[in-house]
């Protein structure tokens, strides 16, 4: 379902039509109208320049976490790998334990 949203980004109303729920394209708006109005507070740029300068803002925290978040999950496979040869190496001291042990 389409949902009709009107948002005010840099003192302009927006009507934005999403998938998404209200709150959701309000916090996304939100999000665009603080980085244009950051870029905005020299004054001497006109809207078009601080609006890419804005995109440009929010694009490079995007990549920053999905580098963040891949390193992460990066980390989390490595951990997992570990965790599994660990538990390979304790059930072959297991086994190993075990054989001494049926010996005597």
Partial sequence: MR????VSIGGKDYTMVAAED???VRRCAALVD???AEVSAG?????ADAAVLAAMN???LLFKEQETSENLR???KE???EANSL???LSEAKREIFKLGTRK
């Avoid at 004054?43 to 809207?47: A, C, I, K």
Wanted: glycine letters at 8%.
């Fill in 43 to 47: 004054g001497r740029l006109s809207q």
């Fill in 34 to 36: 603080k980085h244009l």
């Fill in 74 to 76: 990066r980390q989390v």
């Fill in 79 to 81: 951990n997992l790998e």
């Fill in 87 to 89: 538990k390979l190496e």
């Fill in 22 to 24: 209200e709150g959701y």
């Fill in 3 to 6: 949902n009709k949203v009107v």
């Fill in 58 to 60: 929010i694009a490079d």
